[in-house]
């Protein structure tokens, strides 16, 4: 069985958590990611939900910029940390796309379907929408069946800088304001783990589920209904080593 949270009323607080253990994101992959990031939102070239699955909070391109950086920031540093283990994979899809149309995986390696959550460097839950997955730990919008889950956590929180500047709500935003914030910044993040299909079908089958409206660590609540697991819970990434390359 996995932790779980603790609940007081409708109220969830993480009991365990898995310290922040930073390294440097490749400096050579930012302007990629930030070209990719604005041609999605503000360059109005790709488009991206306004909605999350069972969610009804309404995000402007200021939020959607930073989740979008942020997600992609994550599959970088993850693929950086592949190729470190010696695994050979291409590097993520940097292609515009329409509303509706998704990448199918992050990463094909040896067969094997990887997809890469990334979130902020202080979060400690692998949270999935509920409305997204069937019971076999499909995923619902596209029909994959993915075998690992990678968790990158990276900092700092870009929200929190585009709020502090009055930009994270807005709808337009020219490219060199955004670039000029971004040069500035030095990215870090971390791998706290891994969990593979097996473990996603097991916390579904056991409805491991963070509620929609409740409120997580008593101050944040959540739009959507969640599937939930602990960083404590993962697996080191070092693991996934043998089972990618069928060792």
Not at 21 to 33: Q, R, V
Not at 105 to 124: G, P, R, T
Not at 184 to 193: H, K, N, S
Request: with cysteine.
């Amino acid at each position: 069985m996995f932790t779980k949270l603790r609940k007081q009323n409708n109220e969830f607080y993480i009991p365990e958590k898995k310290v922040f253990a930073p390294s440097y994101i490749n400096k050579n992959f930012i302007e990629e990611i930030t070209d990719f990031c604005f041609n999605m939102t503000f360059g109005k070239k790709g488009e991206h939900r306004r909605y999350r699955s069972g969610g009804t909070h309404f995000r402007r391109n200021g939020e959607i910029f930073c989740d979008t950086f942020q997600g992609k920031l994550g599959e970088f540093f993850v693929y950086q940390k592949l190729i470190e283990l010696g695994i050979n994979t291409s590097k993520p899809d940097i292609e515009t796309w329409g509303l509706g149309k998704w990448d199918d995986q992050d990463f094909v390696i040896n067969n094997k379907l990887i997809n890469v959550k990334s979130m902020a460097h202080f979060s400690n839950l692998l949270l999935l929408e509920t409305k997204d997955w069937d019971g076999n730990g499909i995923y619902i919008p596209n029909g994959t069946p993915y075998d690992f889950f990678v968790v990158s956590r990276t900092k700092p929180d870009l929200k929190s800088i585009f709020k502090s500047k009055r930009m994270l709500y807005s709808d337009d935003i020219t490219f060199s304001i955004i670039k000029t914030i971004i040069d500035e910044i030095t990215f870090e993040a971390d791998i706290p783990g891994y969990i593979d299909n097996s473990m996603l079908a097991t916390v579904i089958d056991s409805e491991q589920i963070l509620p929609k409206g409740s409120l997580l660590n008593g101050r944040i609540s959540m739009d959507a209904e969640n599937y939930y697991i602990l960083t404590t819970d993962f697996l080191e990434l070092d693991n996934i080593v043998k089972p990618l390359m069928n060792v």
